[in-house]
């Protein structure tokens, strides 16, 4: 009752761990599949290792948090071992970024043969110069980027995008034209910040950073349901999700399941086994079969 599928990839119900939370090594990822995540998809990795940003890297906002991590990363060469020992018993979704076209072909397809798809963040508020939003704003760099990945690898390739444009549909558009075969919607929002009271300071150490979390899910779902009038591949949607009502309202906007970053952090990785079980209920009173006559009813 509660399957879905993207890009051919079946998951045994519609929430996936977002890219950034708990991520890094295969115990976790392995972890969150075991507490019922009907996808995994890891932390976003470069060719490189990363350190980011020194702390402080997140800071608690009204509805959320805000976090400017960086990026930080062990490297391809390190999450290649870790992806070895996934378990493999849901989809897995490789997070991968760079600065130019190349290099984001180079990461992708050096995990290529390690996971079921790969997710292009063109999208991060607070990357270095060149490797995250800038990428994501500008649709003529977002097809680019999309198909030099696309060229290079055989895997579903999904693109993940930035709420912080004028038109998401223009962005959705040139990933989709570029080869795309899913789309990730929403990045962080933002940038924002917070000021500490005592010292004056910006309290996160980059200053500015995304924003995640329940505020942002209004925005997330007016992403959603822009793109999926506009597009015809399928969408992950992905903000502010933390119980099963906000999963509804994204299946109702058009999103064929979603992904759970800041409520795996407030509520543990029980919330997805949590969210699965509401949904069920919702969908037994509602009598709704299968998530499938779910998507896009907010359109009709
Ligand atoms: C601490 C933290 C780290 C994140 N790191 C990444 C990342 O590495 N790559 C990425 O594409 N998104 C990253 N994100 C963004 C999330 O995947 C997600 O798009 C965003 O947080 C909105 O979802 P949420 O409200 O459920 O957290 C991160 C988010 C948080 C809170």
Redesign the pocket.
């Known amino acids: 009752m509660l399957e879905t599928e993207i890009c051919q990839m079946k998951m045994r119900n519609p929430t996936a761990l977002?890219?950034?939370?708990l991520?890094s090594t295969a115990a976790s990822l392995n972890w969150a599949a075991r507490s019922g995540a009907g996808a995994v998809?890891t932390?976003?990795f470069g060719t490189e290792p990363n350190k980011g940003y020194p702390n402080p890297?997140?800071v608690e906002v009204e509805g959320?948090?805000i976090?400017a991590?960086g990026?930080s990363?062990p490297g391809v060469e390190s999450i290649q071992a870790e992806l070895k020992k996934l378990e493999g018993n849901v989809p897995q979704i490789a997070?991968v970024?760079g600065s130019t076209p190349e290099e984001f072909a180079s990461v992708a397809s050096q995990v290529e043969n390690l996971v079921d798809a790969l997710?292009l963040?063109v999208?991060?508020p607070h990357a270095m110069e060149g490797c995250g939003a800038s990428i994501g704003q500008d649709p003529e760099l977002t097809h680019q980027f999309v198909k030099a990945v696309k060229k290079k690898v055989d895997i579903p390739v999904i693109a993940?995008l930035t709420p912080n444009v004028t038109d998401i549909v223009e962005i959705a558009q040139a990933a989709e034209s570029a080869g795309a075969d899913a789309l990730?919607l929403?990045?962080?929002?933002g940038p924002g910040m917070r000021i500490d009271l005592e010292t004056a300071h910006p309290i996160l150490s980059n200053r500015f950073g995304?924003m995640?979390?329940?505020a942002?899910?209004p925005i997330?779902l007016r992403c959603v349901y822009q793109t999926y009038q506009n597009v015809k591949i399928p969408i992950i949607g992905?903000?502010?999700?933390?119980n099963h009502q906000d999963l509804v309202e994204f299946l109702y906007s058009g999103a064929r399941c979603v992904?759970?970053?800041?409520?795996?952090?407030y509520h543990g990785l029980e919330v997805f086994q949590e969210i699965a079980t509401g949904l069920e209920k919702f969908m037994n009173e509602k009598n709704y079969q299968t998530v499938e006559e779910m998507v896009g009813l907010a359109h009709q």
């Open positions: 977002a890219a950034g939370v991520g998809v932390k976003s890297t997140t959320g948090i976090n991590i990026l990363n997070s970024y997710e963040n999208s991060c993940k990730t929403i990045n962080s929002l995304g995640s979390g329940p942002i899910k997330a992905v903000g502010g999700v933390t992904q759970i970053g800041t409520a795996v952090m």
